[in-house]
């Protein structure tokens, strides 16, 4: 906050005309627009009185011990540090980028349909008498999640139908009608229409990525030479009466 106090009169508060075009700019981005006469007052002297109890508090001490008001402040004093990172170049960027291919790897994707057969004692006959019959789409009973997917990488596919099917898919060959697989809802005949191998993306295609995950990896990095600079500050003990294990 903006406001500025004389340090010999810790009761004397003073709204700057920075903090008054900030809560104009913030009631405008909630509001629509500008405040009212009545309304800048009202704005005001709410944060005048939130000013007073702030001090208040602190003399009565109630900041101390307060574990949310610690977490809070340790997390701004991280935010201050972190929002001091320059800006990455072209440079930086492209390195980061080839020592992270993995993250830049398209995994393979599947185009597959499938006729789904519930769990019971009869779901492996139903299977094997469609596929005799031609694999008609009537055959089989309803699906929750449908009965066609497009562009499914095999995580998606093993959140749809649990990892044992998956895995099966993977192995299953492209233009051809699956034998019975198994998942926890039943018995499942598939046809893989199209597989979309995985291949690297370009630096250019992902450049907005590489970005967020550098200033994402810097920001860690700092953070944590910034708490090993400051921990060597200070002196730490640990009560030796209390047992850890």
């Given at each position: ?96 980028y080839q020592d992270n291919l993995d993250n830049y790897t398209s995994s393979d994707a599947y ?100 970005m967020q995950d550098f200033i994402a990896f810097r920001s860690d990095q700092l953070s944590q ?21």
């Amino acid at each position: 906050m903006d406001q500025i106090f004389n340090q010999e009169d810790s009761n004397s508060v003073f709204i700057s005309d920075q903090r008054i075009n900030t809560l104009i700019s913030s009631w405008n981005t909630q509001v629509g627009r500008d405040p009212s006469p009545d309304e800048l007052i009202g704005l005001i002297n709410n944060t005048i009185e939130e000013e007073i109890l702030y001090r208040e508090a602190l003399k009565l001490g109630l900041d101390q011990d307060d574990i949310i008001i610690k977490r809070r402040l340790v997390q701004k004093i991280m935010l201050l540090k972190k929002s001091s990172l320059p800006e990455p170049n072209e440079s930086e960027l492209v390195n980061f980028y080839q020592d992270n291919l993995d993250n830049y790897t398209s995994s393979d994707a599947y185009s597959f349909e499938h006729l789904f057969f519930k769990k019971g004692p009869d779901a492996f006959n139903q299977a094997n008498k469609a596929a005799i019959e031609g694999y008609k789409s009537s055959a089989g009973d309803p699906f929750y999640a449908g009965d066609q997917f497009s562009n499914q990488t095999l995580t998606q596919v093993k959140d749809i139908f649990g990892n044992g099917f998956a895995s099966a898919l993977s192995s299953q060959k492209e233009g051809l009608w699956s034998d019975p697989i198994t998942s926890a809802f039943g018995i499942h005949l598939v046809y893989i229409s199209s597989t979309n191998p995985s291949r690297l993306k370009t630096f250019k295609e992902v450049k907005d990525l590489v970005m967020q995950d550098f200033i994402a990896f810097r920001s860690d990095q700092l953070s944590q030479q910034f708490m090993d600079e400051l921990r060597n500050e200070y002196t730490v003990a640990i009560s030796p009466n209390f047992n850890l294990n």
